[in-house]
């Protein structure tokens, strides 16, 4: 949930010609990914909060600041010599606090990106705006607040991580949803935010994994898979689990994010 005046940069490990990968380096590439994504929210969160004093031009201005890294995502993932942080964006936009935009509760200021398949949508060449009236089961959001992705901002002030979960609004697939509270003086007036698309981060980061000796998996902070080179172990489902053990994986954090890249260790033989 890269701004257009940000350099895109390379969203992958340093080259190498001669050192194998680590994983290490894959627990230090997601932390490079996951902050250039944060960096971008923080320029737009500046751009969001500097010109808040004009809330009639709102929406204009989110859509000038998060349509063009989405766009961006239209181009084949294939032809691009490197990966940027664009590309794994499905999702961005500020969501306001109830009645900072004057007698409405709930204002969503969210744009999609183009969408290939999609069960709802079918396929898009361009961002499009999240119409709630359009959309069924969105009960959920009338209490927003409440959500974890706009509930840890403001209750901490700090940025906030929410997934892997499946999108059932928006994309009806697996993503990860990165917020940061938006303030004016003391008060936080909304959330701006973005939406990685799973399957991107995973074109992104499988090649580096797949590179390792043995299975890979990447994790949140309570053991949910993101990506997994281990076929019984698809995104959204748990480790540990009776079928591996996390005693099974080495476990090591990436930078500034809660997820760990896990390893698997090869158990000595029962004696």
Same mark, same amino acid.
């Given at each position: ?74 181009? &084949? ?36 990106? &183009? ?99 043995? &299975? ?23 480790? &540990? ?31």
């Amino acid at each position: 949930m890269t701004p257009s005046s940000t350099t895109p940069e390379r969203a992958g490990l340093p080259r190498r010609t001669a050192n194998p990968v680590t994983a290490a380096d894959c627990a230090a590439e997601v932390g490079e990914i996951f902050a250039r994504v944060f960096g971008t929210l923080h320029d737009w969160r500046e751009a969001i909060a500097g010109a808040s004093a004009d809330r009639a031009d709102l929406d204009e201005l989110v859509e000038g600041l998060v349509v063009p890294a989405l766009l961006a995502s239209a181009e &084949p993932f294939e032809s691009r010599a490197t990966a940027t942080t664009e590309s794994i964006l499905i999702g961005a936009g500020f969501i306001a606090a109830p009645q900072y935009v004057t007698g409405r509760d709930t204002h969503f200021a969210w744009w999609l990106g &183009p969408l290939a398949s999609n069960p709802l949508l079918g396929n898009t060449s361009g961002a499009s705006r999240l119409d709630l009236a359009t959309r069924v089961h969105t009960e959920y959001l009338r209490d927003f607040r409440d959500l974890e992705w706009y509930a840890v901002p403001e209750a901490t002030n700090q940025t906030h991580v929410t997934g892997p979960y499946v999108d059932q609004l928006c994309t009806c697939d697996f993503i990860i949803t990165l917020t940061m509270p938006v303030r004016l003086d003391e008060r936080m007036i909304g959330v701006v935010g973005a939406d990685v698309y799973v399957k991107r981060l995973e074109q992104v980061l499988l090649p580096h994994f797949l590179a390792l000796p043995g &299975p890979v998996v990447l994790i949140n902070q309570v053991g949910r898979v993101v990506i997994s080179t281990e076929p019984t172990l698809p995104a959204g489902d748990i480790l &540990p689990n009776r079928r591996h053990l996390l005693g099974d994986y080495e476990l090591l954090p990436c930078p500034g994010t809660p997820f760990l890249v896990a390893t698997r260790v090869d158990s000595a033989p029962a004696m």
